[in-house]
C-alpha cells in the first residue's frame, strides 16, 4: 500500500503497519534509528532540565540514559 512502511511491533514478531504520511518520516533513517534519535532528544531535554532545577540525582539518571543510548547506537553502529 503506498505511503505506508512495514516495521515490527516492540511487542511481537508480527509486522505492523505505520500510517506516517512520507512527509512526517526522515529520509535514509531506519524507523531504529529515528527511535535513538527522539530518544537522545528527550534525554537531553530532561537532562537539561534536572539541571536548571539543581535535581543532582536527576541529573545522574538522565546521564546513564544518555550512556545506554549511546552504548546501544555504538553496538548497532548508528553512532559517528
Given at each position: 500500500?503506498?505511503?505506508?512502511?512495514?516495521?515490527?511491533?516492540?511487542?511481537s514478531?508480527?509486522p505492523?503497519?505505520?500510517r506516517?504520511?512520507?512527509s512526517?518520516?526522515?529520509?535514509?533513517m531506519?524507523?531504529?534509528?529515528?527511535?535513538i534519535?527522539?530518544?537522545?532528544?528527550?534525554?537531553?531535554?530532561?537532562?537539561?532540565?534536572?539541571?536548571?532545577?539543581g535535581?543532582?540525582?536527576?541529573?545522574?539518571?538522565?546521564?546513564?540514559?544518555?550512556?545506554?543510548?549511546?552504548?546501544?547506537?555504538?553496538?548497532?553502529?548508528l553512532?559517528?
Amino acid at each position: 500500500v503506498s505511503g505506508n512502511v512495514t516495521a515490527r511491533s516492540r511487542d511481537s514478531h508480527l509486522p505492523v503497519t505505520s500510517r506516517a504520511a512520507p512527509s512526517e518520516r526522515v529520509v535514509g533513517m531506519s524507523e531504529f534509528q529515528q527511535e535513538i534519535q527522539a530518544r537522545l532528544a528527550s534525554v537531553q531535554k530532561s537532562l537539561a532540565e534536572a539541571r536548571l532545577e539543581g535535581d543532582d540525582y536527576l541529573v545522574q539518571v538522565h546521564l546513564g540514559e544518555l550512556e545506554s543510548l549511546e552504548r546501544i547506537a555504538d553496538e548497532n553502529t548508528l553512532a559517528s
